[in-house]
């Protein structure tokens, strides 16, 4: 059986939780998960191959096992240190930013100035921001969380999974817009035209899941009050606890994806579907629902339906649609990731 360690002292805690329960029962590879206070916080990691990890520590612990492969979940900081374990181990680093990843010196010095200029000058003085492509170009592998993504030096981690559970019959159509409520990643603003000046005899339900906050919660308030009979907008002003989103997802008849075409990460464009991947796949995986994405979203995936104009008829006929998910059931995804995993550690 082959050793692995997995990172997580950044973000993405919730990729982290998918990597270690589709794992931790696997015949071919044990995995060790390091995780910082606030990963381990977001995560149900009481498993025994879960240790609580920083950018101060994580050096020592590595070296007390022999790890045939080394995995950072994020590098988005702590540049120096991931840059040090790239040098010392095999190592695969997903990719959350393509473009980020490849960003010249002089790019990302100029970015610093641009936003947030007080935690970027830490990057800068503290965390090596400027050694964040060699992290990048050192690490043995690349991987992606779409296939679409990939190419000769991205390789795909199928890394999601659909979940068993039985799905009651709502009376309503149940609309969920998984994510935080920010503009800069989703197109709220066309949802909420559109909510508030919808038609259809039929009752529906939209949950906004993910917190609302700034203008856009004042918007939601607004729009409720404004809302026919037939129309119900579920809202939250704080962070989604994980049990309240599992729930919603569960009982949902259609993810709505507004996802915006592009966005920005430390100031460098990324393109969705091309250069970075939006988490709204993953959610329609996980949960086996139909996701509608605007036209110009490029992808092949048969759960990702393109908006059509009449868009709440759309909806109308998804909630009776089945899809199929067998390809994504846990023990096909986890085959398809012990096989990279023992591939990586052989080339």
Same mark, same amino acid.
């Given at each position: 059986?082959?050793?692995?360690?997995?990172?997580?002292?950044?973000?993405?805690?919730?990729?982290?939780?998918?990597?270690?329960?589709?794992?931790?029962?696997?015949?071919?590879?044990?995995? =060790?998960?390091?995780?910082?206070?606030?990963?381990?916080?977001?995560?149900?990691?009481?498993?025994?191959?879960?240790?609580?990890?920083?950018?101060?520590?994580?050096?020592?612990?590595?070296?007390?096992?022999? %790890?045939?492969?080394? $995995?950072?979940?994020?590098?988005?900081? %702590?540049?120096?240190?991931?840059?040090? $374990?790239?040098?010392?181990?095999?190592?695969?680093?997903?990719?959350?930013?393509?473009?980020?990843?490849?960003?010249?010196?002089?790019?990302?010095?100029?970015? $610093?100035?641009?936003?947030?200029?007080?935690?970027?000058?830490?990057?800068?003085?503290?965390?090596?921001?400027?050694?964040?492509?060699?992290?990048?170009?050192?690490?043995?592998?690349?991987?992606?969380?779409?296939?679409?993504?990939?190419?000769?030096?991205?390789?795909?981690?199928?890394?999601?999974?659909?979940?068993?559970?039985?799905?009651?019959?709502?009376?309503?159509?149940?609309?969920?817009?998984?994510?935080?409520?920010?503009?800069?990643?989703?197109? %709220?603003?066309?949802?909420?035209?559109?909510?508030?000046?919808?038609?259809?005899?039929?009752?529906?339900?939209?949950?906004?899941?993910?917190?609302?906050?700034?203008?856009?919660?004042?918007?939601?308030?607004?729009?409720?009050?404004?809302?026919?009979?037939?129309? /119900?907008?579920?809202?939250?002003?704080?962070?989604?606890?994980?049990? +309240?989103?599992?729930?919603?997802?569960?009982?949902?008849?259609?993810?709505?994806?507004?996802?915006?075409?592009?966005?920005?990460?430390?100031?460098?464009?990324?393109?969705?579907?091309?250069? /970075?991947?939006?988490?709204?796949?993953?959610?329609?995986? /996980? %949960?086996?629902?139909?996701?509608?994405?605007? #036209?110009?979203?490029?992808?092949?995936?048969?759960?990702?339906?393109?908006?059509?104009? =009449?868009?709440?008829?759309?909806? +109308?006929?998804?909630?009776?649609?089945?899809?199929?998910?067998?390809?994504?059931? #846990?023990?096909?995804?986890?085959?398809?990731?012990?096989?990279?995993?023992?591939?990586? +550690?052989?080339?």
């Amino acid at each position: 059986m082959k050793k692995i360690a997995y990172i997580e002292i950044d973000t993405h805690a919730e990729i982290a939780q998918d990597f270690l329960n589709l794992t931790k029962n696997s015949d071919e590879i044990s995995v =060790d998960f390091y995780f910082s206070k606030k990963i381990k916080n977001q995560t149900s990691a009481l498993d025994k191959h879960v240790f609580l990890s920083s950018q101060k520590t994580i050096l020592q612990q590595l070296q007390k096992k022999k %790890y045939d492969l080394v $995995i950072i979940g994020t590098a988005h900081r %702590y540049f120096s240190t991931f840059l040090e $374990i790239t040098r010392r181990y095999k190592t695969a680093v997903i990719v959350h930013n393509r473009a980020f990843s490849t960003l010249s010196k002089g790019g990302l010095f100029k970015s $610093i100035f641009k936003k947030d200029i007080f935690f970027r000058l830490k990057l800068f003085l503290r965390e090596g921001l400027m050694d964040s492509g060699k992290v990048f170009k050192n690490a043995k592998s690349l991987l992606v969380l779409d296939h679409h993504l990939s190419d000769q030096n991205h390789f795909f981690l199928p890394l999601f999974y659909t979940k068993k559970f039985q799905k009651g019959q709502n009376e309503n159509v149940t609309v969920v817009i998984p994510g935080g409520v920010s503009q800069d990643r989703r197109d %709220y603003h066309t949802v909420f035209n559109k909510i508030k000046n919808a038609s259809h005899d039929r009752n529906f339900t939209f949950v906004f899941l993910g917190k609302a906050q700034g203008e856009l919660l004042e918007k939601l308030k607004e729009l409720q009050k404004s809302l026919s009979k037939n129309i /119900k907008i579920v809202f939250f002003p704080e962070r989604v606890p994980t049990h +309240i989103f599992d729930e919603w997802m569960k009982k949902s008849d259609v993810l709505w994806c507004p996802v915006q075409s592009e966005t920005e990460f430390f100031s460098c464009r990324e393109v969705y579907g091309k250069t /970075k991947m939006t988490g709204n796949i993953g959610d329609a995986i /996980k %949960y086996g629902k139909p996701a509608i994405f605007p #036209k110009s979203y490029a992808s092949t995936h048969d759960f990702l339906i393109a908006e059509e104009d =009449d868009i709440f008829s759309q909806m +109308i006929v998804l909630q009776e649609k089945r899809f199929s998910f067998e390809n994504y059931s #846990k023990e096909n995804v986890l085959k398809a990731v012990e096989k990279l995993v023992l591939d990586l +550690i052989l080339t």
